[in-house]
């Protein structure tokens, strides 16, 4: 799991069967202080999320799971809108 930004829809009228109907949200991570994945991915939207919101992402076997077609082309699924993080920066490491 990992936490995220939305910064965009996407649409794609031609695609797999298995994503009709599906809503694709492209998301930024957030690093909280740890390297990592920097490019913004595109993730199947399973609650609602809008452009703005710091959204909690899944990927793989979970992200098929949530949307309820384990067998789809979902490689990412949004589960979560966050409504708030606190970090103690002394416990990050530099």
């Not at 949530?66 to 082309?73: D, H, M």
């Amino acid at each position: 799991m990992w936490v995220g930004k939305v910064i965009g829809t996407l649409v794609a009228t031609p695609k797999d069967d298995s994503l009709t109907g599906c809503k694709l949200l492209i998301v930024q991570p957030s690093l909280l202080g740890q390297s990592g994945r920097t490019s913004p991915i595109v993730a199947v939207d399973t609650i609602g999320a809008g452009t703005g919101e710091t959204v909690l992402v899944v990927e793989g076997s979970s992200a098929r799971h949530v949307t309820g077609r384990p067998n789809a082309a979902v490689d990412a699924a949004i589960v979560g809108i966050i409504d708030s993080i606190e970090i103690n920066k002394a416990l990050l490491e530099e």
